[in-house]
C-alpha cells in the first residue's frame, strides 16, 4: 500500500481548484476589458478563439498538473516492492556447555553446531546483519551485530566449550537484547542448546517476556540423540549425562512466532541449518518515489514551455 512520510503536504492540492476558479475568474475580466476597449479587437479575437482557447486549457491543465506533482513529491510517496526485502537481525545463540562435547555429533555436538552455523551464515541474504552469543553458566557476546559476515565467520570459528551448566535464559535475552540494537529490520534469534536451563540470572521464562516485548523471532534447536550421552564424569566418577529440555525449546519458538527443530545427528542438524535462510520471512522495504512526481512535473512545465514558445506557439 502507498504511503507517505509528510502528508501534511498534500494539503497542497486544495490549491488546485482555487487556481482554476481564478483562472477563469481572471479570463472573464479580462474578456470583457477587451471587449470595452475595442470591439473590433474583440472581433478579430473572437476569429481566433477556437484554437487559442484550446491551447489555453492546455497549458492550463498542464500548469494544473505540474503544481500538484510538486506538492505529492513533497509528501514523500512510498511503496512496498514485492522484491525489494529488509535485511534482518539475525543472532545466533549457542549453547557451550560441557555437555556440547559429548562425541554422538562429529567431531563433537559443537564443532558440528560451528558448521551448521557457518554454512547458513554464507548463505544469508547480502542485507542481513550476523551476530553470535554464547551460554554455558552465564551468556557473553563471541560476535556483535555486523554486516560484515567474514568477521562474525572468523570469531564463530574461535569459539572453544567453556564446560559447565546451561543458562539458556540469559543466552536468550542477550541475544534478543543483540538483535534490536539496529533499528527498522526484522529481528530473528537462533538458539541451540542440548540441555536444560539450570544456571543463569534470567529463567527462560523471563527472557521469553522479553524477546515477545521487542517483537524478536526465536527458532529454537533441540540437539540430542536417540539414546542418552555420557560427556563426563563428576569427581565420584559418575556419568553425567546430556539432558534435553524439547518442552522449554518448543515454548519459546511457539510464543514468538518460530519453529523448534529437534536434531539426532550431525546430517539432520546440517539439514536444519540449511532450511532456515527460507524460513526468516523479511518485511517488503518501502522504496521512496518523490523522484518520479518531480520528474513528472518537470515534463508538464518543459511541455508547457514548448507549447507556449515552439515553433508553432501563438500563446
Known sequence: MTGFDDPLWLAGLLLIPLLFVYHHH???????SAIEFSR???IKAAQEGTKKSRQEQILLALSLIAVAMIFIGLANPHIPLENTKKGANVIFALDISGSMLAGDYKPDRL???KDSVAMLIKNLEKEDYVGVVTFEGGASSAAYLSPDKERVLNKLESIRSKGGNTAIGDGLALAAD???SIPGRKNVVILLSDGENNAGFISPEEALSFANERGVQVFTIGVGSEKPVIYDYDMFKNPLYAVLDENTLKNIADKTGGIYYKSVDESTLHEIYSNLNDEIERETEETGIA???FLLSGIMIISGF???YGKRGVI
Open 306 to 308: 514548448l507549447i507556449r
Open 40 to 42: 473590433i479587437s474583440y
Open 111 to 113: 564443532g558440528a553446531a
Open 26 to 32: 481572471y479570463k472573464g475580466i479580462r474578456q470583457k
Open 178 to 180: 543483540m538483535a534490536v
Open 291 to 293: 523522484w518520479l512526481f
